[in-house]
């Protein structure tokens, strides 16, 4: 199968919005690659997170009238719960691609795996809700972004997220499908090195984790090659 013939759907990280990856997907759509973005905002408002978060994963699919075969391409921490979301599509997913973006682990929370950073978001949030995410630390990473009106739209889009969240173990869908991994930044190397020793398709570039908004036509170029190794080594 043409990768030109699946559909990529862009899912951003519960920590963002939608507004992260659209400069991904217009460089997509520039290349000629069917592109949809989801916005999936509104389920991180309550627990439990995650099951709120697939339940809007479909409803959005709905509301898209997809046809055809998908590939699921998950940024940041929207990694754990790709297979999650394919599984509610069953048969329509090709591909799942991790766009610098954390690993499944399956049946375990982040606080289980992250300890000593939950304790540290746990004193900077308030009323049991996670910090917004550039302010996860002391140095912004918005200021990364040189356009001062999509750098505004990404940070008035960060939601507060419940800190149960951290708590909740992840969903525990496996997926035995293609699936890919695009490096952007060295926080995620772990991570690509992980998919490389599954036998993934990776592809890298010395960037950083909001290349996706201010590096989106050499990050498009990036996916679309993982995404083609990817159907290409399962036979499409």
Known sequence: MPVSAVTAVLVHSPYLGPASLRPLADALAALGHPTVVLDLLP?????PVHQR???AFAD???????TGPIALVGHGAAGPQLPA????LEDDVRC???LDADLPTPGRSWREIHPK????LRGRGRDNLLPRWPKWSDTDPLDAIADADLRAEIAEEAPEVPLVFLKEDRPSV???GAAGYVQLSAEHAADAEAARGLGWPVRGADLHHLAVATDAEPVATL??????????ATGG
Not at 117 to 120: L, N, Q, R, T
């Open 43 to 47: 389920s991180v408002a309550a627990a």
């Open 53 to 55: 978060l697939i339940g």
């Open 60 to 66: 959005a699919l709905s509301d898209a009238a997809l």
């Open 85 to 88: 979301f394919a599984e509610e």
């Open 96 to 98: 799942l691609l991790y």
């Open 117 to 120: 950073a939950y304790a540290e």
């Open 174 to 176: 496996l997926w035995t």
């Open 223 to 232: 996916v679309l090659e993982v995404l083609l190794g990817s159907l290409a």
